[in-house]
């Protein structure tokens, strides 16, 4: 599922990262025709690298970062009435070590965070004792004073590909695995040459996006004649996934000696998220690795406030996302500001450049970046996603739990750890992966444990996953709960479907 190709386009945007597909979706809304193209899959840097979390960022209060953080929140909200089944209200606990930090300023940042902006579906904060709270036994038993906040958790690969597909809903074209080589300019604007594979081809683009993320100075450099004035910083972001270590429904933010924080997160129901690091990276960014030092470093962070250690043996999985946030003068990688910087070059011909941003303020960024490229395009329509829901995210109520409870209704013979997988992934897309199947052998053979071939197909078909990893750990998270297990059902069966792919594109048309 791409969306129909054509040889001339109001706007080509260069990147299928979040504030790639944001930018698509939110232009292809207003009426301009548009193209994105991706040198791999969607999601497959930065943007599937995350924390995982719709935040406002409460530790950017400590260095006054408050325009920032209100923008954030106001997102917040925003984004999680857009897509109520890949993003959900979280409880964070946070133990007080009050050598870190008093408590007055605790109190006072979170207090700040309840009311820069109006929030409608997430508690407030409070202190806890950890002594009788649900979130305490876990931890060290010194820990006996904590705070609880809100903010929300999100897949972020997923939420990069429903904006690809809203933005081929609304009428754009998307190409992954597809690479734009050179921006030439001439009268009309710019003629740009995308290579895929073995194919080149020349398209041509009224106007611009570079929203190559850890790439973007260096695409403006190599494949421009354009000199820009921002530049990205590259700081890397690890991970880790352990076996869990609690059993609640709350996530943990714990302060560090290096005054740096650290997240523990339930996660996909049988494990904890553990991140993230701050630092420097001067690497090639898809090349991005966790090292030794890092591993260290988040289990000692968690060793230090709860009672069961880490060690790196228990670690079965990790990753690391390359940032690309915007060069300030801060020295210390944590304290580099997540804002964004939108630089717009109108010669030899409209590009604009993303420099920074996060996760939590891409709809922002893509609404401010088609606000400026519409006058360069003549285009009135004005912003529409604020208001707007992303594909499948459009539940009764917005009410995740009611939706789950129609979908058991509907399909009362789905197995409950497909029927919770389903709905939180695909939503009220969920009759598409479905179809017409009215028990769990029309579903088709079960290519790897969990994954039936009509899901493979739906993914395949319409949310344009290629391999085996677009579909374990992008558009799913199958790959983690395998374990390490062979995954050669999935392999074979992707080979015949490119097989016969290639076959039908041989075919002669009469």
């Known amino acids: 599922m791409s969306g129909p190709q054509r040889d001339s386009y109001d706007l080509l945007v260069v990147g299928g990262g979040i504030n790639g597909t ?39 209060l400590e260095d006054f970062h408050f325009s920032l953080v209100r923008k954030a929140l106001l997102e917040r909200e925003i984004l999680l009435a857009a897509a109520p089944h890949i993003m959900r209200p979280l409880r964070f606990i946070m133990p007080h070590a009050a ?10 940042g979170l207090f700040l965070y309840d009311h820069l902006a109006k929030r409608h579906r997430l508690a407030g904060s409070a202190a806890v004792d950890l002594r009788s709270h649900a979130a305490g036994p876990p931890l ?73 993320g850890p790439w973007a100075s260096r695409f403006v450099r190599d ?45 996909e129901h049988e494990f904890t ?3 993230t690091t701050d630092e420097d990276y ?9 090292d ?54 109108r010669h030899p011909a409209p590009l604009l450049s993303v420099f920074g941003g996060k996760i939590t ?64 992934a695909y939503g009220t897309r969920i009759d598409r992966v479905i179809g017409d199947a009215l028990g769990l052998a029309d579903l088709g053979p079960e290519l790897v444990p969990g994954l039936h071939e009509r899901e493979a197909e739906y993914l395949c078909r319409e949310e344009f996953a290629r391999t085996a990893d677009d579909i374990l750990w992008r558009r799913t998270k199958l790959g983690l709960h395998l374990q390490g297990a062979r995954t050669t059902g999935l392999d074979d069966w992707l080979a015949r479907k490119s097989r016969n792919r290639a076959t039908k594109l041989q075919q002669p048309i009469v």
């Not at 009268?187 to 996006?209: K, N, P, Y």
Request: charged content about 25%; overall charge positive.
């Open 22 to 60: 944001g930018i698509a979706r939110d232009a292809a809304g207003r009426g301009l025709s548009v193209l994105l193209c991706e040198q791999d899959d969607l999601a497959s840097h930065t943007s599937s690298a995350s924390t995982k979390l719709i935040h406002g960022g409460l530790r950017y």
């Open 99 to 108: 050598h870190l930090r008093p408590a007055w300023m605790i109190r006072a």
């Open 140 to 212: 060290q038993p010194h820990y006996r004073r904590g705070f609880v906040y809100s903010d929300g958790w999100a897949d972020d690969a997923r939420l990069v590909v429903l904006n690809a597909l809203d933005a081929v809903r609304q009428g754009a074209t998307v190409l992954t695995r597809t690479r734009c080589e050179s921006l030439e300019p001439d009268a009309a604007g710019w003629i740009a040459t995308l290579v895929a594979g073995d194919e080149r081809r020349s398209i041509r683009a009224r106007a611009v996006v570079n929203a190559t």
């Open 223 to 267: 494949a421009s004649p354009i000199q820009t004035s921002h530049e990205v910083r590259l700081v890397k972001g690890s991970h880790i996934v352990v076996p869990r270590l609690f059993t609640h429904r709350f996530a943990y933010l714990f302060q560090n000696e290096d005054r740096r924080i650290v997240f523990a997160i339930p996660y």
């Open 273 to 275: 998220l553990i991140g």
């Open 282 to 290: 001067a690497g090639e960014p898809g090349a991005v690795r966790i």
């Open 292 to 345: 030794a030092h890092e591993i260290g470093y988040l289990c000692s962070v968690v060793n230090r406030y709860f009672i069961r250690k880490t060690t790196p043996a228990d670690v079965v999985w990790s990753y690391s996302g390359v940032r690309p946030l915007l060069r300030d003068e801060s020295a210390d990688p944590s304290s580099v500001t997540r804002d964004y910087a939108l630089e717009l070059d």
């Open 361 to 424: 303020t891409f709809r922002k960024l893509a609404e401010d970046a088609v606000n400026r490229l519409a006058r360069e395009l003549a285009s009135g329509a004005g912003p529409w996603t604020a208001a707007a829901t992303l594909p499948g995210g459009d539940l009764p109520d917005g009410s995740f739990a009611a939706f789950l409870r129609k979908v058991e209704r509907r399909y009362p013979w789905l197995p409950e750890s497909l029927r919770v997988r389903y709905a939180g």
